[in-house]
């Protein structure tokens, strides 16, 4: 995992905020309200967060944003890109969260299908919108923190009321601080912090596990809690990551062992390292983790 960024600026993709987000809002607190709270899974549309698929994978590089797997839109079933609900739609406190920009990462099947509805916090709980919906003949009306609004004239702009809706970045930097949630969330935590990386010899051979790398209990706990939520260290993954790892080591001793200049290869070492810890690389984390590593221990060569 690294830390990724949001594209707060320029232009924010249609329904993710404004009039067209509050009205997608109020179709779910009507439902909540129909449904006494118990939104079937098939009720969503996905293609609310569908919509937002490709600016999402450019804000994790071109890779799930929890694993670092290489993902694509139209790429075969088990490299294609999910959006993942980072606070699950399937839990009534996070309902009102379904279509939030800010709520979405883009993850890979594997990672998206082992967290599930998992999401445990330390802090306290979520601030709820408080909507009351009423209807009395054909007239609808909603009230939100004592103001009446009438849906209809939504579309007519902004006022002070709807500020309820709120899904802004803000909002859920507020949010995240509040619940102090066990998963690391890339958006919000520094995951090199969290993580390091080993290679671990197994019977199928070697792999790179992810362990925790704090040194307080709560982040031990939630480092760990991120690992077992998305599975993290499983096979495969703890295989392909290795095997990234060869494929470096391959292409490094060809450049050390090549006939070309100091100079050539001095050039070529720098390109290959900025290659493999840029965060398009796939499991950077990975090797800015080793890098950092490395690092440290000719500082600490030289000193002594
Ligand atoms: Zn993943």
Known sequence: MIPLKRHVNGEMPFHATGVGKISDDLEIFTKQQHEGNKIAADWWKASKWRAFAERLLEESHGKCGYCEEKLGLKTPETNRASVDHIRPKSKKEYQHLAYSYFNFVIACKKCNSSKSNSFEILGREIEQPIVKIKT??????????????????????????????????????????????????????????????????????????IYSLSKDDKSIMRADYTIKTLQLNR????????????????????VESAKKSTFWKKKEKRRLKKKYLSADQRFSGMFRFFGDQKEALHKKGRTT
Request: aromatic share 14%.
């Open 136 to 209: 009395s003949g054909k007239k609808s009306h909603v009230k939100a923190k004592g103001f009446s609004i009438d849906p209809k004239k939504l579309w007519a702009g902004w006022s002070s009321p709807l500020r309820i809706f709120d899904s802004s970045y803000q909002k859920m930097s507020a949010e995240e601080k509040r619940e102090q949630p066990k998963l690391i969330n890339p958006y919000f935590d520094q995951p090199n912090k969290f993580f390091g990386y080993k290679i671990v010899q197994l019977d199928k051979g070697n792999v790179v596990e």
């Open 235 to 254: 096979l495969e993954l703890a295989q392909s990551r290795f095997k990234e790892y060869k494929q470096f080591q391959r292409v490094f001793t060809r």
